[in-house]
């Protein structure tokens, strides 16, 4: 068990360089077996969620190697098994991915039910509605899911809500089915634009990705291709308002300012300067940060992801501000804990009222997912004494070398071993309270 301990206070300044986009990596690695060829990726973010990604790669018989930096060289030609078993797909999310990829290359798979971070009910039905209306059918048991299809055919999608999770796994289907696939209400993030790009590259032929009606129309084979990931928009985002927090300095590095837009609009109103170039922006505070109120939306809405982060920033600014969050039901769960560090926000449902204080102060707090562990963080950052955060097996799962960069930027971050109370001896215990 790690924890991090931050002695808050510190300027960030200087340089930060940000990696490849978790929600585009976790989807462009399951799409290679897709891929007839081996494909290299690049700019592939070292994180716990990836790194799962590549095992049950490798686990299915695929030839995974590390041919330099943050790069992936991967041979899908040698898969022989179209199983995701419960205990690698219970630790990741989008272990989804491994459905729509396996079940388009080879018309089966059995994946686990998905796990991920905890953000209250997470159905998979609009993924189910997909794959039926192409021609699979699904059993569920035992906590797997199981899908065959004799072949699959295109169709017409409508997804009753917008989700980024069911458009990305119809693409996966539908790119080798039998004529044309139109999905409509389909998701926009830029991670579904990244995919369809990659499968492009690949000799698919997807139309429309970025725009609420994406058309696909089959193809037979797909070839091997070099494709690079995305800058990660939420990391960068969370670096925008980490810089803020502590009224910092800093050149974010390997963005895409377009990708920034709601994040960028909404920092400034809270008072964030922001000058953007072409693949890098300078964000920096030298006046006082005010109220805001922010809702969370689909993209090009402000992202869920970014909730947590920006409520944190508001609770230094002046006033009152209101945060509506209309995606995760459970993502409030963060509050507790900066209610422990001195912040005044009332829940109540799905808004929270946060009443700036201007100031928090350190706490020992715990990370109950992803982005309340980012949310810490900035807190820590910004408050003055030591914060200790524990569980933060979280935010690795979706945060590369977090405190490395943070402590470049002249943050005081560490990461710390805790002896896991669980898997000691009783006299161990009594030593390390
Ligand atoms: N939904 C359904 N049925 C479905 C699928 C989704 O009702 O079959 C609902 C969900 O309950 C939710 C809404 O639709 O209310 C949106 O869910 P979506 O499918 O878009 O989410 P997801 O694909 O499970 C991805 C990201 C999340 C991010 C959301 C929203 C990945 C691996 N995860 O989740 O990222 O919050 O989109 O943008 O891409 C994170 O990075 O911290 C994270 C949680």
Redesign the pocket.
């Known amino acids: 068990m790690d924890k991090f301990v931050i002695k808050g206070g510190r300027r960030l300044t200087g340089e930060v360089v940000i990696s490849g986009a978790?929600?585009a990596a976790?989807?462009i690695l399951p799409a290679v077996i897709l891929s007839d060829e081996p494909c290299v990726i690049e700019n592939v973010p070292s994180i716990s969620d990836v790194n799962i990604c590549l095992r049950i790669l490798s686990e299915m018989g695929a030839e995974v190697t590390n041919i330099g930096k943050d790069t992936y060289r991967i041979d899908p030609t040698t898969i022989n098994k179209f199983c995701v078993p419960y205990e690698t797909a219970r630790k990741m999310?989008?272990s989804y991915y491994f459905l729509g990829a396996l079940l388009g290359k080879f018309s089966k798979a059995r994946v686990s039910m998905p796990g991920?971070?905890p953000?209250g009910?997470?159905?998979?039905?609009?993924?189910l509605k997909a794959f039926a209306a192409m021609g699979a059918n699904y059993t569920l048991s035992q906590g797997m899911i199981d899908l065959t299809a004799e072949k699959l055919s295109g169709c017409q999608i409508f997804f009753?809500?917008?989700?980024?999770?069911?458009t990305m796994n119809a693409m996966l289907a539908a790119v080798k089915a039998e004529g044309l696939t139109v999905i409509e209400n389909a998701?926009k993030?830029p991670?579904i634009v990244d995919l369809a790009n990659f499968l492009n590259s690949m000799g698919a032929n997807i139309m429309g990705a970025g725009t609420d009606v994406i058309k696909i129309r089959g193809v037979e084979h797909l070839h091997g291709a070099t494709y690079a990931v995305i800058p990660d928009q939420?990391e960068a985002g969370t670096f925008m308002a980490a810089v803020a927090a502590t009224k910092g300095d800093v050149i974010i590095k390997n963005v895409i300012p377009k990708h920034l837009e709601s994040i960028t609009k909404k920092m400034e109103k809270i008072g964030v300067n922001i000058e953007q170039y072409d693949d890098s922006i300078h964000v920096w505070v030298d006046g006082p940060l005010v109220k805001a109120n922010v809702k969370t939306a689909?993209h090009p809405g402000f992202?869920?992801?970014m909730q947590s982060q920006i409520a944190t920033l508001l609770t230094l600014a002046e006033g009152t501000s209101i945060v509506t969050e209309n995606?995760?039901e459970q993502r409030f769960r963060y509050v507790d804990e900066l209610r422990r560090m001195g912040a005044d926000i009332t829940v109540n449902g799905k808004v929270a009222l946060i009443e700036g204080t201007g100031k928090l102060m350190g706490a020992p707090v715990k990370a109950c997912?992803?982005?309340a562990g980012a949310a810490l963080i900035i807190a820590g950052l910004a408050a003055s004494g030591v914060t200790e955060i524990e569980d933060i097996y979280h935010i690795e799962r979706?945060y590369d070398c977090m405190e490395g960069k943070l402590r470049a930027l002249g943050a005081d971050i560490e990461k710390v071993s805790v002896p896991d109370k669980h898997s000691m001896k009783p006299d161990e215990v009594k030593k390390a309270i």
Do not use: S
């Not at 009753?160 to 069911?166: F, S």
């Open positions: 978790k929600n976790v989807a999310r989008a991920g971070c953000l009910d997470r159905p998979i039905d609009q993924h009753d809500v917008v989700t980024v999770g069911a998701a993030e991670h939420i689909p992202p869920t992801d995606i995760w997912d992803l982005r979706g």
